[in-house]
């Protein structure tokens, strides 16, 4: 199975600052790397697939990086809306992991 | 619209089984692979298992091999997740969603609101 190392696993920001979350896997998962966003109670939302494709609707403020086995997720200036928790997602092969998550919290 | 709803949640004894349902519309069902991932409470999301687009295939998550299946109804527009041997360890949020080819990548472009189990005596 293909093992995530996601962090940091809690940030504390402001609005307006610029976040970059990483993520890491055990093995190269070409650009086989997904990013979603989870507000308390909700169900987790697309907002980068294929490691840097921005998914309809999400803002261009959201960025993501990578191949291989390093990606990065980029919030340029963060808004109210943005603190919530952010989770990557291997989609190269079954079990489809996800990352611990990052909780991004108001500073 | 794309709709995914789960349904079938609730409060199971311990070794008890119990039957979730995912209930899609706004798409063609029967061309997509479905998968169930779930969140323990204040915990992070879990995989759990995926079925391709005819049911001919399944994989699951180690955490569940064995006592979970998952099978649908195409006819029905209706996605299942048959859990037994329920444990603790398995009190959740079970979300159903649907599974996305394109740019040479593979996501969960719609997800379900989420239905609670919570296996306790």
């Known amino acids: 199975d293909i093992q995530m190392t996601q962090s940091p696993s809690s940030l504390s920001a402001s609005v307006g600052d610029r976040v970059t979350i990483t993520c890491r896997t055990s093995?190269?998962?070409?650009?086989?790397l997904n990013w979603y966003q989870q507000r308390p109670g909700k169900a987790p939302k697309l907002l980068i697939y294929?490691?840097?494709s921005l998914q309809s609707g999400v803002p261009s403020r959201f960025s993501g990086s990578g191949s291989g086995t390093d990606f990065t997720l980029s919030i340029s200036s963060l808004q109210p809306d943005d603190f919530a928790t952010y989770y990557c997602?291997?989609?190269?092969?079954?079990?489809?992991?996800f990352g611990q998550g990052t909780k991004l919290e108001i500073k | 619209q794309v709709q995914l709803v789960e349904s079938g949640g609730g409060v199971v004894q311990p070794r008890r089984s119990l039957r979730l349902s995912c209930a899609a519309s706004?798409?063609?069902?029967?061309?997509?692979?479905m998968h169930w991932v779930r969140q323990a409470p204040g915990k992070g999301l879990e995989w759990v298992a995926v079925?391709?687009?005819?049911?001919?295939?399944?994989f699951f998550a180690d955490s569940v091999k064995g006592r979970f299946t998952t099978s649908r109804d195409n006819s029905k527009n209706t996605l299942f997740l048959q859990m037994s041997s329920l444990s603790a360890e398995d009190t959740a949020v079970y979300y159903c969603?649907?599974?996305?080819?394109?740019?040479?990548?593979?996501?969960?472009?719609?997800w379900g609101q989420g239905t609670l189990v919570i296996v306790s005596s």
């Open positions: 969603a649907r599974g996305q080819y394109a740019s040479g990548s593979y996501y969960y472009d719609y």
């Open positions: 706004g798409f063609t069902f029967s061309s997509y692979a």
């Open positions: 079925i391709s687009f005819d049911g001919s295939n399944e």
């Open positions: 093995q190269s998962i070409n650009t086989y």
């Open positions: 294929a490691a840097s």
């Open positions: 997602q291997q989609s190269y092969s079954a079990p489809y992991t």
